[in-house]
C-alpha cells in the first residue's frame, strides 16, 4: 500500500491507534493493581485508587515479606525454573535434531513425529499422572513438576521446523570434516539456532513460573507449593497477628496484600522478559518457514 496515498496514511492512523488502544487494555490492569498496592487502606476502601497510588506506602510489601512462606514459595518456583528450563530445552534440542532429518537419512522419522503429534493431542488424562507420579516416588518432590512434562512437544515442532529450515549444506560440510552428529549439533546447529531457542526458553520459563495446578495436585505438604501455587491458595483475607500496630492496620488491607503478592508474582517474568523480547518475533518466523 502505498504510503503517500489517503487511504495510506489512514491505514496507518487506524492501525497505530487500534494497537495503541490495544496495549493500553491489557497495560492498565496491571498499573491499577500495583496502584493498589501501593496505596494505603483507606484510600482503597474508598474507592479513591485508578492509577497512581494514594497516600503511597509500602506496607503491604514489608508484611508479605516478613511472611517466611512466600520467599520459600519463590525460592522453590526458582529452582524449578532453573531445573525445568534446562531440562526443557536439552531435550527438545535433542529430540527435534533427527526428526528434522529426513526419511532417507533416519528410518522411521514419520513414526516417531507421529507420536509426538498423537501424545500432544491426547493425554493419558490427572488420574494416571498422578498414580503414575505417585508410584515413582515423586510425591512432595520438586522433580514432581519437571519431569511430567520434561519434553514439551509444542516446542520441539517448533525447534524441528527451524532445523529443517537451515541450509542442508551446513550438515553435510560438517559431516565431510568428521564433526559428527554430536559435534553438527553442537557445533554448527546450536549456535545457528539462538533466536529460537532464545523463544522456547522464554515460553518453558513462562510455563514453570506461572504453573500451579501440579503444585498443588503433587504436592501434599504447603510447605513445598512453588510460588502460583502459593499465590492460588494463600491470597486469602489479612492476617491480623502479623500486623504489629493500628497505624499499619491503617495502611494496609487485605485488597493490598493480595495486589502486593500479584505483582511479587509477574515481577521475574517481567524482568526477564525485555532481554529475551528482541529474539521473540524472529525466533517464531524462521521456526514456521518449512514443514
Same mark, same amino acid.
Given at each position: 500500500?502505498?504510503?503517500?496515498?489517503?487511504?495510506?496514511?489512514?491505514?496507518?492512523?487506524?492501525?497505530?491507534?487500534?494497537?495503541?488502544?490495544?496495549?493500553?487494555?491489557?497495560?492498565?490492569?496491571?498499573?491499577?493493581?500495583?496502584?493498589?498496592?501501593?496505596?494505603?487502606?483507606?484510600?482503597?476502601?474508598?474507592?479513591?485508587?485508578?492509577?497512581?497510588?494514594?497516600?503511597?506506602?509500602?506496607?503491604?510489601?514489608?508484611?508479605?515479606?516478613?511472611?517466611?512462606? @512466600?520467599?520459600? &514459595? %519463590?525460592?522453590? /518456583?526458582?529452582?524449578?525454573?532453573? +531445573?525445568?528450563?534446562? $531440562? !526443557?530445552? =536439552?531435550?527438545?534440542?535433542?529430540?527435534?535434531?533427527?526428526?528434522?532429518?529426513?526419511?532417507?537419512?533416519?528410518?522411521?522419522?514419520?513414526?516417531?513425529?507421529?507420536? @509426538?503429534?498423537? &501424545? %500432544?493431542?491426547? /493425554?493419558?488424562?490427572?488420574?494416571? +499422572?498422578?498414580?503414575? $507420579? !505417585?508410584? =515413582?516416588?515423586?510425591?512432595?518432590?520438586?522433580?514432581?513438576?519437571?519431569?511430567?512434562?520434561?519434553?514439551?512437544?509444542?516446542?520441539?515442532?517448533?525447534?524441528?521446523?527451524?532445523?529443517?529450515?537451515?541450509?542442508?549444506?551446513?550438515?553435510?560440510?560438517?559431516?565431510?570434516?568428521?564433526?559428527?552428529?554430536?559435534?553438527?549439533?553442537?557445533?554448527?546447529?546450536?549456535?545457528?539456532?539462538?533466536?529460537?531457542?532464545?523463544?522456547?526458553?522464554?515460553?518453558?520459563?513462562?510455563?514453570?513460573?506461572?504453573?500451579?495446578?501440579?503444585?498443588?495436585?503433587?504436592?501434599?505438604?504447603?510447605?513445598?507449593?512453588?510460588?502460583?501455587?502459593?499465590?492460588?491458595?494463600?491470597?486469602?483475607?489479612?492476617?491480623?497477628?502479623?500486623?504489629?500496630?493500628?497505624?499499619?492496620?491503617?495502611?494496609?488491607?487485605?485488597?493490598?496484600?493480595?495486589?502486593?503478592?500479584?505483582?511479587?508474582?509477574?515481577?521475574?517474568?517481567?524482568?526477564?522478559?525485555?532481554?529475551?523480547?528482541?529474539?521473540?518475533?524472529?525466533?517464531?518466523?524462521?521456526?514456521?518457514?518449512?514443514?
Amino acid at each position: 500500500m502505498n504510503d503517500n496515498a489517503p487511504y495510506g496514511k489512514l491505514f496507518h492512523l487506524f492501525n497505530h491507534s487500534f494497537l495503541l488502544l490495544s496495549g493500553l487494555l491489557c497495560l492498565l490492569p496491571f498499573v491499577h493493581v500495583l496502584a493498589q498496592s501501593l496505596s494505603s487502606a483507606v484510600s482503597i476502601a474508598a474507592n479513591e485508587v485508578t492509577f497512581w497510588p494514594v497516600d503511597f506506602t509500602a506496607a503491604s510489601y514489608e508484611l508479605i515479606f516478613k511472611e517466611s512462606k @512466600l520467599l520459600t &514459595a %519463590m525460592g522453590i /518456583s526458582v529452582q524449578r525454573v532453573v +531445573l525445568g528450563v534446562a $531440562v !526443557n530445552m =536439552l531435550l527438545t534440542v535433542l529430540i527435534a535434531f533427527p526428526l528434522s532429518k529426513e526419511d532417507r537419512i533416519f528410518k522411521g522419522r514419520t513414526v516417531y513425529a507421529w507420536m @509426538l503429534v498423537f &501424545a %500432544m493431542i491426547f /493425554s493419558g488424562g490427572l488420574i494416571p +499422572l498422578y498414580l503414575t $507420579v !505417585n508410584e =515413582l516416588g515423586l510425591m512432595d518432590s520438586i522433580w514432581s513438576l519437571i519431569l511430567p512434562g520434561a519434553v514439551p512437544i509444542y516446542n520441539v515442532v517448533l525447534m524441528l521446523n527451524f532445523f529443517r529450515s537451515l541450509p542442508k549444506e551446513l550438515a553435510e560440510s560438517s559431516y565431510i570434516d568428521g564433526a559428527g552428529h554430536w559435534g553438527t549439533l553442537f557445533r554448527i546447529y546450536v549456535p545457528l539456532s539462538l533466536p529460537a531457542m532464545a523463544t522456547l526458553t522464554l515460553f518453558s520459563i513462562v510455563g514453570h513460573w506461572n504453573s500451579w495446578f501440579d503444585g498443588i495436585i503433587f504436592m501434599n505438604n504447603p510447605i513445598h507449593y512453588p510460588l502460583s501455587s502459593y499465590l492460588q491458595t494463600v491470597i486469602i483475607p489479612i492476617d491480623v497477628t502479623a500486623i504489629n500496630s493500628l497505624e499499619d492496620l491503617h495502611l494496609v488491607s487485605d485488597r493490598s496484600l493480595k495486589d502486593a503478592q500479584i505483582i511479587v508474582g509477574a515481577l521475574p517474568v517481567l524482568v526477564i522478559y525485555p532481554f529475551l523480547q528482541r529474539f521473540f518475533v524472529k525466533g517464531i518466523v524462521l521456526g514456521a518457514v518449512k514443514e
